[in-house]
Structures are given as structure tokens and as C-alpha cells.
């Protein structure tokens, strides 16, 4: 089992930054790749990054590559993402998610997800 729980959501100009942090209970972190998915209203739930177990693989989806850089610390049972240059179309609910071994871009594929932080990019 993993539990996870993001933090550092708010609300940002358009050109500011933020990062999420994602901790993860367990001692078992590094054995799951991890995910950032994001959801606006209205909207189905996208892929934005995942990474894998060890941190040495990252992909992104086309939209925020150059701009946002997930990251993982395993000592600390944490992932990261974070967000520069931010639009106003980044504005959403951004949830962490876990896989066992291979990371993934599809949603369906991830046992285990956060409740999920609010960012909102105002114009």
C-alpha cells in the first residue's frame, strides 16, 4: 500500500513558478515510478510527467516540456514537479500517482493516487 499526499498548489501569475511535492508513505517508494497527472473543470483527467523508480528516466507530455521538471528524492519517499513559465491553460488539479515498477502515461495504469493540490494561473 501507498498513500500519497500533495502539497504547494495556489494560485500564481501567468510567467510565475511553483512546485508540488508528493510524499509517499511506505518503505517501498523506490520500487514504484511515479506520475503527475492534472485535471481542469470540464475537463478528463491528462498526463503531464512521470518518472521512473530511480530517477534516471523522465517524460513529459508535449505541452510542458522546457517548462516543468518532475523529480524524486527516495531518501525522503518524494517526488516533485516542478512548474515554470506557467499559462493560464496549466490552471487544474494536479494529483501524484504511483505505479509499481514502469512508469506510464496512461491514468488507468496507476494503482495508487493523491488527493490531489489546486493550481491556478490567473492571466
Known amino acids: 500500500q501507498v498513500q500519497l499526499v500533495e502539497s504547494g498548489g495556489g494560485l500564481v501569475q501567468a510567467g510565475g513558478s511553483l512546485r508540488l511535492s508528493c510524499a509517499a508513505s511506505?518503505?517501498?517508494?523506490?520500487?514504484?515510478?511515479m506520475g503527475w497527472f492534472r485535471q481542469a473543470p470540464g475537463k478528463e483527467r491528462e498526463f503531464v510527467a512521470h518518472?521512473?523508480?530511480?530517477?534516471?528516466?523522465?517524460y513529459y507530455t508535449d505541452s510542458v516540456k522546457g517548462r516543468f521538471t518532475i523529480s524524486r528524492d527516495n531518501a525522503k519517499n518524494t517526488v516533485y514537479l516542478q512548474m515554470n513559465s506557467l499559462k493560464p491553460e496549466d490552471t487544474a488539479v494536479y494529483y501524484c500517482?504511483?505505479?509499481?515498477?514502469?512508469?506510464?502515461?496512461?491514468?488507468?495504469?496507476?494503482?495508487?493516487w493523491g488527493q490531489g493540490t489546486q493550481v491556478t494561473v490567473s492571466s
Open positions: 500517482a504511483a505505479r509499481y515498477r514502469l512508469g506510464s502515461s496512461i491514468s488507468n495504469d496507476y494503482g495508487y
Open positions: 511506505g518503505r517501498t517508494f523506490s520500487t514504484y515510478a
Open positions: 518518472i521512473s523508480r530511480n530517477g534516471g528516466s523522465t
